[in-house]
């Protein structure tokens, strides 16, 4: 009978968490990618590397949403149990609260095992190679983030194409080179095309005329042409490597950062690692509260809607506080075990509210008849 009971119970909240967690990740994964379809239409990256993009953000999504989708699907089990009075079934059976609550909590620990997985591997793996593949589609596709029609800045030089053709020839070019102030140029070209060399990004220009100002003489320079090339070499940006973020990098560069980090960023490092620590145990507390709220008073099918209100509030003050605290680190380091310390006494309490009714009263006194 016990083992039918865990599986019955540990089934209806898998089915719950995870439908009402994919459900929500889906629709919020949706209008993320919305904002990468620009990269589609106007800038000409192909199909492949759009859905790269978006599906690099998936470990991120799934670690803020599978805890909102583990509570809401225990909230929910746990009310329609109350619903359908299949709790009362349970308690004639002669099963205590405990014993009711064992197999959530048992998924409860299985979500905390899962969301350390992604926290402490498959999140900063993800936000790697987004960073990566973004920075290297900026460095490599320079000719399609001019947009025609408007006036576009590049490594210091001002460019404006009427019109970029399928090929990628662009046509009414105008160019300013300010990269050196002493020697400015104004360029005008029927038509051109930007292209990606190895030592950085080139304009190859036909028929048009280059102007300049020559400082020393304060004379004009005019020069026609039919064919002209003028180099973008790469910024010093592009030159050296990339300085990762806090959340591209792994639980033992968080902890243990270099010494030439400063010592803010250093304390940044520590704090997003505290983050990724906690921040899934979070789970374990939202399931107990909920759980030792379901068990306090008497059977009342009228009273489950405050319940399950004072489970949502509490629950959000709970995250609310550890958020808080752990950005907070960054600037007071002492406030990351006040974190802890909340976070255990959180679940330890809750925990035992869950034995406070089974020793005395029973839940059915005056209303189950």
Known sequence: MNKILNLYLFRQLSFSSIGITLALTAAIWLTQ????????????????TFIKFIFL??????????????????????????????????KALGLSHIRIALPAIFFGMLVVAFLYSINLYFLPLSFQKFKDLEHSFRKTTTAMLIQPGEFNTLRGITFYARQRQANGVLKGILIHDARDKEKEITINAEQGILLEMPEGARF????????????KTGQPNLLSFNQYTLDV??????????????????????????ETEDLLFANK????????LLMPFTVLGFILISLSLF?????????????????????VLLEAAMLGLVHLSEKLPLLTLIAYILCGSVCITAFFFLFERSAGRSMFEGNSS
């Open 269 to 276: 490092l520590k704090a997003e690692a505290h983050q990724r």
């Open 204 to 215: 190859v220009l036909v028929k048009g005329n280059r102007q300049g100002y020559d400082p």
């Open 233 to 258: 070499a790469p910024s010093d940006s592009d030159i050296k490597e990339r300085h990762r973020k806090p959340h591209e990098r792994f639980l033992n560069e968080l902890l243990n950062p270099s």
């Open 33 to 48: 990618s919305l904002r990468f379809l620009d990269l589609i239409i106007n800038r000409g990256i192909t199909l492949g």
């Open 57 to 90: 953000l998936l470990p991120d999504l799934i670690s803020i949403i599978l805890p909102i989708g583990t509570l809401i699907g225990v909230l929910f089990v746990f009310n329609r149990l109350y619903v359908e009075s299949e709790w009362v079934a349970f």
């Open 295 to 315: 068990q306090r008073g008497e059977y009342n099918r009228r009273g489950r809607v405050k319940r399950i209100s004072l489970a949502i509030v509490l629950c």
